[in-house]
């Protein structure tokens, strides 16, 4: 009946035009906001105009760059769309990626990428895919350009010497380019003498040659797929400059301790120290006896006592390498199909983290980890009963997604845990409506494999079953469908951790264990470095807020999210409060809920606030009680550079006419969001409630969520509490949202949610 009650409003909602588009007065109010910069990148040391592009920009008084060495100054004659800023590049500033934002009159705008080089740029000349047409240049330059036609070639001609080791890098996907880069290079008779696309994990390509014979030289860049046009651009950086090909070790311990660094142009290799901490915080190396890195290098540093993996095989249980606990293991899968194995001791119930740095260090290892007895039996970490069947369908998905489409989900319910091909996923939100998925708790955007399982891509048709989670060993009498034996295997640690493996691994027994490691498409070489730590947990977290740089209208109310990385099993409260705020501007403090990633921040500008910058910067403070200890972690926004813009006052106003919400498990109540229209602002008008707990949910949702219509002012909507939901209070926000570009959301007046379990 509730499937059908959703099929019913659906049908409505398209009959009465609500899920088309507002044909109401548009808003008088949109944020500034920032899409594009061009040219996309400048050379050090000099002098650039940059054209920025976006939306509300009219009157804008300032360009904050992320590198101090980089100072610009608005020109006169800025649109409403478009600011020009004349931006001197400092001698000193840092050859890579930077950011700029603008601080405008309707707030401080999202921040856009350029690049900076060391070297002077060539603008591309076409035609120019010959050796004898191509854009002449001189070592080292800077190719700057952009695929103008569908299998378009932009070539450079160039003179090498016998010797040189050539490096050719493409900058493309950090400045928001669309291209998919493939580099070639050729003799100049037109021989192909190297070809490379982008790899591990980017689409930029990296290219390096040893040059044998003096000559001229034809460098092109063209795009994989044939795409073309002004967002399939590039910068390609073209030197004989050190590349560090490979590290090793990847980092250092306490104590601090070298590294070696080879690949072109660093000999036979370089040798670099790096100086002990008492913190994990990673060490950058750019500078070397053999001159600037083209790319910076990041050095690990860790806690846990530091070895070198021992000579010899250790490629199964047999020949396992002893290692005492805690340790960190610096080692390389040396060929294709080999793994590394180390024996380590453990006491029953005490958990021990395993966790693999590898990728997150420039090493091109996918690896996945396994935790197996002295005998190399599998440890069985929990059994997954199946309740019920379906399968997904429509379409495949990719690994991060955080829905899938499936056949029928009669027998699903939100919080409910599912088992897809060797993940465990819980259902937050089902379908409303034939056209539209299962959604699963996520991080960040991502799908969140429960049980330290992988999340990984699902073919049409790929059966999906409800579970039940039992300890390991359960037996059950048979149902007719399969029962599921979890073991301690991971392969992608998850969202803070990408393409590295992570698990905690609870021995059942005292005794000795062994950790395997290989990449899980079963490459190796000398490049394939890691670092595998085993360690006892350290529960913590770490605090971001979104957006960095809030926008208030005066006499409004936003709301802000503030998110925590939970660290090494850490599931307790975090209370979240800001500092830093300018006068006129309130926050509200809030508590980050066992269980919960993120909680809202409720800020209130008075009606006459005003922007004030230069004040102290914008923090998040988190608090929490972890292991019987008073963590604290103060967190400057934006790098210390995070502030709050006020706004003109916006074109609604919400309110909502009771302070609370009282909800038992089970059952529903209803609510009304009444508006005040400003300004002749009479577009539909988009209604939320947000921060409710996991559980609590907006049940008479359309196709586009609730809407007051056009010319309405008020809508009453229904709040349903599942079974579930233990009982307690949380502070809620009832929002409503012009639909600008960006969007103006404000909210209510807090709103108390109380669900009592009487």
């Known amino acids: 009946m509730q499937i059908v009650s959703r099929f019913v409003l659906y049908s409505v909602l398209i009959v009465t035009g609500v899920v088309g588009p507002a044909r109401g007065q548009g808003p008088t109010l949109a944020p500034a906001a920032l899409r594009s910069i061009t040219p996309a990148g400048a050379t050090r040391g000099g002098e650039v105009i940059f054209t920025l592009d976006g939306g509300s920009l009219a009157g804008a008084t300032e360009a904050v760059f992320s590198d101090p060495a980089v100072r610009g100054d608005i020109l006169p004659g800025a649109g409403r769309n478009q600011v020009r800023v004349r931006a001197r590049i400092g001698t000193d500033s840092v050859p890579g990626i930077h950011r700029v934002y603008l601080h405008t009159p309707d707030g401080a705008t999202g921040a856009v990428t350029f690049a900076v080089s060391a070297w002077p740029e060539a603008l591309e000349r076409e035609p120019n895919d010959r050796l004898e047409t191509a854009t002449p240049v001189s070592l080292p330059f800077t190719g700057v350009g952009a695929i103008a036609l569908p299998g378009d070639r932009d070539g450079y001609r160039f003179r090498a010497e016998a010797g040189q080791d050539l490096v050719c890098e493409v900058v493309a996907s950090q400045i928001r380019s669309k291209l998919g880069s493939v580099l070639t290079l050729h003799d100049e008779n037109g021989r192909v003498l190297a070809e490379t696309a982008g790899m591990d994990g980017t689409p930029d390509a990296l290219l390096t040659f040893r040059v044998a014979s003096s000559g001229q030289f034809l460098v092109r860049v063209h795009d994989l797929e044939n795409q073309a046009g002004g967002d399939v651009s590039y910068r390609l950086n073209v030197a004989a400059v050190p590349v560090a090909a490979e590290v090793f070790p990847l980092g250092v311990g306490p104590q601090g301790g070298k590294v070696v660094l080879t690949g072109p142009n660093l000999g036979t290799g370089v040798e670099v120290t790096v100086p002990g901490s008492d913190t994990d915080q990673a060490s950058t190396v750019r500078e070397t006896t053999r001159g600037t890195l083209l790319r910076p290098v990041t050095i690990a540093r860790g806690l846990e006592p530091e070895i070198v993996e021992g000579a010899g095989s250790h490629a199964d249980t047999a020949t396992a390498h002893a290692v005492q606990f805690p340790v960190t293991v610096n080692g390389r899968l040396t060929a294709p199909g080999v793994a590394d194995c180390y024996r380590f001791p453990a ?11 590898a990728r997150r260090l420039g090493s091109p290892l996918d690896s996945v980890i396994e935790v197996l007895d002295r005998t190399g039996g599998r440890i069985e970490r929990a059994t997954l009963r199946c309740l019920a069947e379906t399968a997904t369908t429509l379409n495949d998905r ?3 997604t955080p829905a899938l489409r499936l056949l029928v989900w009669n027998d699903l319910n939100i919080h409910d845990l599912v088992y897809v091909r060797g993940e465990v996923l819980q259902i ?37 079953y409800k579970v039940q989670v039992h300890p390991p060993g359960r037996q059950f009498p048979p149902n007719g469908m399969p029962v599921f034996r979890l073991h301690y295997r991971n392969d992608d640690g998850g969202p803070q951790y990408g393409r590295d493996s992570r698990l905690t691994f609870t021995p059942p027994a005292d005794g000795e264990y062994v950790v395997r490691l290989a990449d899980v498409r079963g490459e190796g070489s000398s490049r394939h470095t890691y670092r595998l730590t085993l360690r006892a947990p350290r529960p913590d977290f770490r605090l971001t807020l979104n957006p960095e740089h809030p926008n208030v209208p005066a006499g409004a109310r936003v709301a802000v999210e503030v998110t925590a990385d939970r660290l090494d099993g850490y599931d307790g409260e975090i209370a979240v409060s800001l500092d830093g705020l300018p006068p006129g501007i309130e926050s509200t403090s809030t508590t980050i809920e066992s269980g919960e990633a993120s909680a809202l921040l409720l800020l209130t500008a008075a009606h006459d606030a005003r922007t004030s910058r230069g004040k102290p910067p914008l923090t998040v403070v988190g608090q929490a009680q972890i292991e019987q ?47 005040t229209r400003r300004n002749g602002f009479a577009g539909r008008v988009p209604v939320d409630v947000r921060n409710l707990p996991f559980g609590v949910r907006v049940l008479d949702v359309g196709l586009n969520g609730v809407l007051i219509p056009e010319g309405e002012v008020s809508r009453r909507f229904t709040l349903y509490c599942e079974p579930w939901v233990k009982p307690g209070t949380r502070t809620v926000y009832c929002t409503v949202r012009v639909e600008s570009d960006p969007p103006v959301e404000v909210a209510a007046a807090p709103l108390r949610l109380r669900v009592d379990g009487k």
Do not use: C, M, Y
Not at 347 to 357: A, H, Y
Not at 430 to 452: T, W
Not at 644 to 670: N, Y
């Open 347 to 357: 006491r029953k119930g005490q958990p021990v983290v395993i966790e693999v740095n």
């Open 428 to 464: 937050t939100a089902l379908p409303r409506g034939p056209d539209d998925d299962v959604r699963f708790r996520a991080v960040r955007g991502q799908r969140l494999g429960l049980l330290e399982t992988t999340p990984s891509g699902h073919a049409l048709n790929t059966p999906v």
């Open 398 to 400: 990719d690994s991060a």
């Open 629 to 675: 200890q008073e963590i604290v972690h103060r967190v400057p926004v934006a790098g210390g550079r995070g502030q709050v813009a006020v706004l003109p006052p916006p074109d609604l106003v919400v309110r909502t006419p009771r302070p609370e919400i009282i909800l038992r498990p089970g059952a529903e109540t209803q609510i009304e969001a009444t508006i």
